[in-house]
């Protein structure tokens, strides 16, 4: 028991270090190619920050555990509004500014109504990937369109090109996406194989362990990027890379692990963990998204958030 405990948290540590590495990798090559600030944000930085749940859905995938990689993506998705939001809202209160992310809310709840749609008869094949992932090059275009027409002053802008490295050397940029993605990829291995022993020891499904356990951990990243944006007073970035990696769980993480290994789920996905998914996207949405101009959310709300989370765990603990 404790062999598997520890290959889970080495795999935790190695996901959060090589997904920093990673994303300063990108970003940094980005960059140094002459690719505005917000459009690596809108793109890359999305992506690079569910790099963790996309290297644990192919390696689960590739060990014949679906489950454990769709069960990764949508309580990612959940730890990420509900705990992630919630926790930096209760330190401090977070301020929405920015109109490219007012435009860019509306992609995440379509992205969310298409991964409900694809969970409708219980069964995720290489077809339902395959919509998945055109979906996402979609997004992608919609997403470069979008960070080439906003106004080069709006603060989410602002944010990136302030925390985006500048001046980092072309090779050693490159050198940090390398061991990004080695690191990357051994912390997943280490990770599923960890957790699927897990799941045997205690006797619960791969699906619960990927909505509990390896979704908290593969979200560390997103919170401690959250709040500490949160704390430097950039707060539609804090925002902003919850939308981007929920975005790319769904349609990434969900269709990598489609095409790769095909499988039916349990009514439990349809009937209680993707209506709690869409609930907490919707209440995002709602505290977040204001026709009129800024909006934000408060530390109460963030309270909220949390204790629905907690709620939503403490069952799948009990029940």
């Known amino acids: 028991m404790l062999t598997y405990i520890l290959a889970t948290l080495a795999g935790f540590v190695l996901l959060m270090w090589g997904a920093d590495r990673f994303v300063i990798g990108a970003a940094g090559t980005a960059r140094n190619l002459g690719v505005p600030p917000l459009l690596i944000g809108l793109t890359l930085v999305g992506m690079a920050t569910s790099g963790p749940e996309i290297f644990v859905s192919i390696m689960a995938s590739l060990a014949g555990d679906p489950a454990l990689a769709a069960g990764n993506a949508i309580g990612s998705n959940i730890a990420n509004i509900g705990l992630v939001l919630g926790a930096t809202a209760l ?118 362990i990927g909505l509990t356990v390896v979704a908290v951990g593969t979200s560390l990243p997103e919170l401690a990027v959250s709040i500490v944006s949160a704390l430097k007073g950039e707060h539609d970035m804090a925002i902003g890379n919850i939308i981007g990696s929920n975005i790319f769980n769904s349609l990434a993480v969900v269709g990598v692990a489609g095409l790769i290994h095909p499988s039916t789920f349990e009514y439990a996905v349809l009937a209680v963990h993707l209506p709690v998914m869409i609930g907490l996207t919707l209440a995002l949405f709602l505290m977040t998204y204001n026709f009129s101009g800024q909006s934000r959310i408060r530390r109460w709300e963030g309270g909220m958030l949390l204790a629905a989370f907690f709620s939503y765990h403490g069952w799948l603990i009990l029940g």
Do not use: C, H
Not at 150 to 164: F, H, N
């Open 91 to 208: 330190i401090t209160p977070i301020a929405v500014r920015s109109t490219t992310l007012r435009r860019e809310l509306p992609a995440l709840l379509v992205v969310t109504l298409v991964l409900t749609m694809i969970f409708i008869n219980l069964r995720l094949g290489r077809i339902e990937g395959l919509l998945l992932i055109g979906t996402l090059v979609l997004v992608l275009y919609w997403l470069v369109v979008l960070g080439t027409r906003s106004d080069k002053a709006d603060p989410i802008s602002l944010e990136y090109a302030a925390e985006i490295p500048e001046g980092l050397p072309m090779r050693k940029a490159v050198g940090w996406l390398v061991v990004g993605l080695v690191v990357l990829l051994t912390g997943s291995n280490l990770l599923v194989w960890g957790a699927q022993q897990l799941a045997v020891a205690f006797g619960v499904s791969d699906l619960i």
